[in-house]
């Protein structure tokens, strides 16, 4: 059973702060893994996805995110962050599956409050 | 671009009630999807679409109905409301029936109040 983890329901910084929002999954095999962003009355909006290659992605307004296959994670960073990036961030994971459908699984989400 | 529209955005019903919600996308995608979202709990699958008169269970589809009669539209039924069904209810859709490969794109959702 695939299961995403975010261990920090809230995070609060500072406008200019740097910030780290964590991920962690556990599933063994080829996967998926993505972070998506959804502003208070909103919907999800996809930020970016990893699957292979290069651990560091850039994803849309400055955010990155890190593949570690060894911590089982993919945290994702902001060099500094401004008031507009407060939202609730969703990290999730499916399979790679070549003939049949696979679903996103999404972790409990981190609300991030950045602080003018 | 293309928008997803879900109507209604509110939504009261009283228990016991059959509510219909509704889903509309003109990204011309062919995979549809609908989650509910409990706060602190993330989002978890319903029912998901792969093509026009095709339906599939979530995760979560006891107590509901799901149609796509459609390409462009999907809607969730719940057929007898109780008050822990209050929830924000987001319909998403993506390009192909792949799903976990693909990218969502989401409606602002409906949220779901039960008297």
């Known amino acids: 059973t695939q299961t995403v983890s975010q261990s920090d329901a809230h995070v609060t910084v500072f406008e200019g702060d740097s910030v780290e929002l964590r991920c962690n999954y556990s599933y063994g095999g080829s996967i998926y893994l993505s972070w998506y962003i959804q502003h208070h009355g909103h919907g999800l909006q996809f930020l970016l996805k990893?699957?292979?290659?290069?651990?560091v992605v850039q994803g849309v307004n400055g955010f990155e995110a890190e593949f570690s296959k060894s911590d089982s994670s993919f945290h994702l960073r902001k060099a500094s962050v401004h008031w507009s990036d407060s939202a609730v961030y969703f990290c999730a994971v499916s399979l790679l599956a070549s003939s049949s459908f696979s679903k996103l699984v999404f972790g409990q989400g981190t609300s991030l409050s950045v602080v003018p | 671009g293309g928008i997803i529209t879900q109507t209604p955005k509110f939504l009261i019903g009283q228990e016991g009630q059959k509510l219909t919600l509704k889903c509309q996308q003109n990204?011309?995608?062919?995979?549809m999807y609908w989650y509910r979202q409990d706060s602190g709990k993330g989002l978890r699958l319903i029912y998901y679409?792969?093509?026009?008169?095709?339906?599939q269970k979530g995760d979560l589809s006891e107590g509901y109905d799901a149609s796509r009669e459609k390409k462009s539209s999907f809607s969730l039924t719940v057929t007898s409301a109780q008050k822990n069904e209050m929830a924000v209810f987001l319909c998403?859709?993506?390009?192909?029936?792949?799903?976990?490969?693909?990218?969502?794109?989401f409606g602002s959702g409906t949220r779901l109040t039960v008297l």
């Open positions: 990893y699957y292979s290659g290069n651990p």
């Open positions: 990204f011309n995608h062919d995979t």
């Open positions: 679409s792969i093509t026009e008169n095709d339906l």
């Open positions: 998403a859709s993506s390009p192909g029936p792949g799903g976990g490969a693909e990218t969502l794109y």
